[in-house]
């Protein structure tokens, strides 16, 4: 019946004459042949568009590491951080992200509850709203962990989508987390050599840091020490090699967990490089070394320091009643601002305003990491403010700027760049002379006599030999905006080993409160030294191979 | 029946002999590119792979390659009946599929428990070439209609059922091959220019009809810097440049989805680099060459057409692959014939390569004729 229509149909018969007109005159191989040629020559059109696409694609598609900015955000592949004994500080796992294809979810409210309960912090009701999106990929979490994974997994819900995904992990969690800063879910730099060697990491390099995890760990350690006993508002500490302005350890607490940052962002300042304060009596370092390279003045000079100093409405006292004559030598160790102030009536504004922008107090330095903070300077710099900044107060410079500029003091007098990144070369680093040996050689036996005699005592116990400055600042109470009583930045800047300089610590707490009853409770002397002493007594061990390889 | 056995086997060392050896040496290259793209696009950085993916890697291709030797020694006829009876397996199975559940919205899986499945719309394809092939010989040398009748019937229940799955991908290539081998017994070129404007319509009806094309074809016509997939199919090949990164060490293919099947180009350029491409393209090239040279060599008519509808097959589907990789096309889901891991699409090649060779023999009787 069907053969009978397709064989007499009127219309089939008149497509059948145009579908079967065809030569006659060629074999019907000849013909299937003939027309394979053609499709072979078109499939070798193909190949030949495929072979130059292909050429295009590896040479002329720019990579996104050559388009900064708009494209490097796609790439989430880093480069690993290592510390400078090849310990790994940061790098990158494939992980995971939850996605559900709405589509296949027959039961949305069914399975945003079941999801919820392995993600505790969902709200069912909102996830239930997207699970019924009409789209075919939502995201219902990104980044989640392992054990998460397995968990949604063993539900064995329909739609779900385990989308790879690259995951950051810093190993050392909230040790380094200052340093070595973070990645946001979208791989991001977003603080510390994450974000300053980010062109290195995204280009896939690898970036050997300057620290020792062991010599971080210790400070850290410390650091957690003073913050329990102390409870200050928060304490940075550093470690640096005064001989190439390497940093080995840097400490900023409170702190974060780079792998899950969700703190609040107190805890994400950097009180060694961003946060300035008055130093205090450290600055006397400056001040003092400025007098003796000028030549105003010999160590064993000696000035009357038993009345105050009364500048205005002002009066400039000691903090405590010290003997009415003092050397130079005793001013610095016994720490008394009516000596300073006398110290610096040796030299002009002009002069100590240049010193100290000679030892990069006046401007942000540089680091490899982002949030360098800016010191605060006085603007207008009469004789009251070259006597309050001959003691520390009316300028406020970072940790880090006073780690740079001490060290210059005491290795001979060369200014040299702080650093997070590993110096792999042995040649001896240069950088401007600010002060002369011979000065420099003063101030290091002033920095060893503090300890000797003076302030810090509490540093003799150190099995290795330490010299140091103490400063005990007076914060400015914001209420009354006046210096407060009771409220002090407490700080120490120890160098060993004295007798042949190779390392600063500092420690720095930001408003200690004392142990006893007393004014001297929460001064330097107590809160800060005792913990660069027992830091030093610690990775002097670590270090005591390359103190002594090192002359 | 010892005597059987024995001329069975007598035959079969005759026929192996006369294989094509180039093109089984390039069917084997193509094996091995696959176990080390496959190695490369499944491990991760620090380049070790499992004993289980090793395992299964070196199992997948030493299958492949039985079924390739297995039927480039069978004879016409015996490939016929193969071919007729595997056809209504699979013809059973498409049926079938509607009974299992739905992956991704569409039935078109097999499950045979143990994680072991497949896809009868890839494994059709073969068989349904030598089946056509038959028939146009039948067609031809008789000048009877109904074999080319039957062939639409065929063609239209395979579509039909395909098309319900669904799968529009597969549909049209299944027409596509059904017509080429129309196209190759001589029909007017006013047939095929309607047979082109016909498919453009269809490509147009399916732009509107389903939102999964319309997407993709939109994505293409965008700014591709947009597209993520290309775009991180690019990286991966730019960052491979010219002699790639090193086995294991791609960065960018852990970011291009589906690298393991439809974009292991992107994987296997990123780590072994330009020089990997052109000698993919080679061996292909190489294989296309070489079928069409020996299909000239005094062919019969089934041969030709069957050899030519089987290498259409394969060249047009990695064409159709390194086209949407390389941003030529917009995206379509489609292996690269050998290396893409998957198991369906390895073993259907694998049949067609067979066939290939089997049709390709030196000694392969002219019995159709």
Known sequence: ?551 | MNSLVFNYVSKCRGNIKNIDIILLLAFISLLVIRIIANYSSQSITNGSLSFTSWTSLIVMATLSFIIIFGFSLLDTKELITISVILFLVMLIALVAVFYFPKINGSARWIRLGYGFGFQPSEFIKPFLIIILSGLFLLYKENGNRVPLYISIAIIATVGGLILFEPDLGQTLQIFIHWFFLLFLTGVPYIIVLGFILLSLLAIFGAYWLFPHVAYRINNFFDDPSQNFQIKKGFNAIANGGIGGKGPGEGASKLFVPEAQSDFIFAALSEEFGLVAALILLFVFGLILLRTYYLLLQHRSYFQILAGSGLIFMLILQMLINLSSVLYIIPTKGLTLPFISSGGSSLFTVSIAAGMILSLTRKNYRREID
Not at chain 1, 507 to 515: C, H, M, V
């Open chain 1, 1 to 551: 019946m069907i053969a009978k229509f397709l064989e007499r149909h009127p219309i089939i018969e008149w497509l059948w004459l145009v579908f079967s007109k065809q030569r006659t005159d060629v074999a019907p191989d000849q013909i299937a042949l003939m027309r394979f040629s053609l499709v072979v020559a078109l499939f070798l059109l193909g190949f030949l568009i495929i072979f130059v696409r292909n050429l295009d694609v590896v040479f002329f598609v720019q990579l996104p590491q050559h388009v900064p900015r708009t494209a490097e955000k796609y790439n989430m592949v880093r480069g690993n951080i290592y510390d400078r004994n090849g310990q790994l500080l940061a790098t990158t796992v494939m992980g995971h992200s939850l996605a559900v294809d709405p589509k296949k979810i027959v039961d949305s409210n069914e399975t945003a509850r079941q999801i919820s309960t392995v993600f505790p912090e969902l709200d069912p009701l909102t996830l239930s709203r997207s699970l019924s999106k009409d789209r075919s990929f939502v995201y219902v979490k990104r980044d989640i962990t392992p054990q998460q994974l397995a968990a949604v997994k063993s539900l064995n819900l329909k739609g779900m989508i385990y989308e790879p995904m690259p995951h950051r992990v810093y190993p050392y969690g909230s040790l380094l987390s200052h340093a070595v800063g973070m990645v946001n879910i979208d791989h991001q730099p977003q603080s510390g050599i994450e974000y300053g060697r980010n062109r290195d990491l995204v280009n896939l390099d690898n970036v050997n840091l300057s620290i020792d995890v062991r010599v971080q760990q210790i400070l850290y350690g410390e650091l957690q020490t003073v913050m329990k006993r102390f409870t200050p508002k928060g304490a940075g500490g550093i470690v640096m090699n005064i001989r190439n302005g390497e940093i080995l350890g840097l400490v900023s607490l409170p702190d974060f967990d780079p792998n899950n940052p969700y703190v609040p962002d107190e805890n994400h300042i950097n009180r060694v490089t961003s946060g300035v304060y008055e130093m205090g009596s450290t600055f006397k370092i400056f001040n003092t070394a400025l007098a003796l390279e000028l030549k105003k003045l010999r160590l064993d000079s000696q000035f009357d320091v038993s009345q105050p100093i009364v500048i205005g409405n002002d009066s400039i006292n000691d903090f405590e009643k010290l003997s009415p004559i003092l050397t130079v030598e005793q001013i610095f160790t016994e720490s008394s601002n009516i000596g300073s102030a006398l110290i610096s009536d040796q030299f002009t504004t002009e002069q100590q305003r240049g010193f100290l922008r000679s030892l990069g107090l006046l401007k942000a330095p540089s680091l490899e990491i982002p949030g360098v903070g800016a010191p605060i300077a006085p603007k207008n710099w009469e004789r009251i403010q070259k006597i309050t900044v001959s003691y520390g107060h009316g300028i406020s410079v970072s940790m880090l700027q006073m780690a740079k500029a001490t060290a210059a003091m005491v290795n001979g007098g060369i200014l040299l760049e702080p650093s997070l990144i590993l110096n792999e070369t042995t040649e001896p680093v240069h950088g401007p002379r600010v002060i002369s040996a011979d000065t420099s050689q003063k101030m290091q036996n002033l920095f060893k006599l503090v300890v000797q005699q003076g302030t810090g005592g509490a540093a003799r116990s150190s099995e290795y030999p330490i010299g140091g400055k103490t400063g005990t600042a007076q914060k400015v109470d914001p209420e009354t905006r006046r210096y407060s009583n009771s409220s002090v930045n407490a700080s120490f800047v120890g160098i060993f080993p004295i007798d042949n300089p190779q390392y600063l610590v500092m420690i720095l707490l930001d408003d200690p409160k004392g142990e006893g009853v007393g004014r001297y409770q929460n001064t330097a002397g107590k809160v800060a030294v005792p913990a660069v002493s027992s830091t030093v007594s610690q990775i002097g061990a670590l270090l005591g191979k390359t103190v002594g390889a090192k002359p």
